[in-house]
């Protein structure tokens, strides 16, 4: 089950959607097969992003919503608000602002029962772009900036680089050219 989740997540990260979701779907059965519910709610995080890179949102919602539930009987503020987050990216594909902006009040809810820096700053990404994806570009450009002044403090330069491009793609849309290719 390890190994295959390994291959899914990897697979993920570089764009093989089609071998991360045979991966991600052997972890699930083979943890499912002997009783690992902690395999199947991570190996089901994955593939719930998955399925919805691929469009297939009513399974992903499916997958969203039992990660929900387990994480409510279990009372897991990790997981709620990782779950959230995910219902929040959910929402927008549906074009769902209103509960885009409840799935990240209730990311923001579970902060404070969650250790470290990361987890605000990991929201303030997912607020630009939402806003970003709604064309609320002001909105956007204050998470991007605020994300970054935090982000420099990590050592994520992917995270930094995507920051970037995003607010690239606002400057950009406003015709501020120079700004943008800067």
């Known amino acids: 089950s390890n190994a295959h989740r390994i291959l899914g997540v990897l ?5 093989d959607w089609p071998a991360s979701s ?10 499912e097969s002997i009783g690992d519910s902690s395999g199947m709610l991570t ?3 994955y593939l719930a992003n998955v399925l919805l890179a691929a469009g297939d949102i009513t399974a992903a919602k499916r997958l969203a919503r039992e990660r929900l539930d387990l994480a409510q009987k279990t009372d897991d503020a990790n997981e709620r608000y990782e779950t959230y987050r995910l219902l929040a990216n959910i929402a927008e594909r549906e074009s769902d602002v209103a509960t885009v902006t409840r799935s990240l009040d ?3 809810a579970q902060l ?3 250790p470290g820096g990361d987890y605000p700053v990991w929201l303030l990404h997912d607020e630009a772009r939402h806003a970003l994806a709604r064309g609320d570009l002001p909105n956007a450009e204050r998470s991007l900036n605020a994300y970054l002044e935090l982000a420099k403090q990590g050592t994520c330069d992917v995270c930094i ?16 050219v120079a700004r943008a290719e800067k």
């Open 11 to 15: 697979s993920q990260m570089l764009g």
């Open 22 to 31: 045979a991966h991600l779907k052997r972890a699930v059965a083979i943890s």
């Open 43 to 45: 190996s089901g995080k």
């Open 106 to 108: 209730s990311a923001r």
């Open 112 to 114: 404070k029962r969650l």
């Open 161 to 176: 680089f995507d920051s970037r491009m995003r607010l690239a793609d606002i400057y950009a849309r406003r015709g501020e």
